[in-house]
């Protein structure tokens, strides 16, 4: 209960009075307040070359990240695909193959994350992936049941 909202010691305790219309107009600050600093958790998404996986992992580990989930995807984009020759003969190849990284992090470290990948990742050619940050909601350590920032 915050400062905006009623207490229920002002209510009267009679259940046969008529119900007074309550004002929460003001108590929305408190249903979107934010969680207690320390707790914003950002989940970065980033699709990336498939060679340039180990050097963007180096990166990240020096800065910090402990911990990432990797998946090789297939996609297109701006390349919307290519040709290729095999055993002399031509075929498209519309979904070029991506690896995706899922990374949590504490909101302090997001952007650093994002630069980081942005760095190592390029090669200025099309192609290079895209970077997606999305808040959190919450995050669980299954083992301990830890919550958000200390569940990474």
Do not use: W
């Amino acid at each position: 209960m915050c400062e905006y909202t009623p207490a229920l010691a002002e209510f009267d305790a009679n259940p046969f009075q008529a119900a007074r219309p309550l004002d929460f107009s003001a108590c929305a600050k408190c249903l979107f307040s934010r969680k207690p600093k320390g707790e914003y958790v950002k989940l970065i998404i980033a699709t990336i070359k498939p060679f340039k996986l180990e050097e963007v992992r180096e990166a990240l580990t020096e800065i910090g990240v402990r911990g990432m989930m990797v998946t090789e995807i297939k996609g297109f984009g701006s390349q919307s695909g290519h040709t290729e020759i095999y055993r002399g003969a031509e075929y498209a190849v519309n979904f070029v193959p991506k690896i995706k990284l899922e990374i949590a992090v504490n909101a302090g470290m997001a952007d650093q994350v994002v630069d980081t990948i942005t760095k190592t990742a390029r090669t200025g050619k099309i192609g290079d992936g895209k970077i997606f940050v999305l808040d959190l909601q919450q995050a669980t350590r299954v083992r301990t049941g830890e919550t958000n920032g200390d569940a990474l």
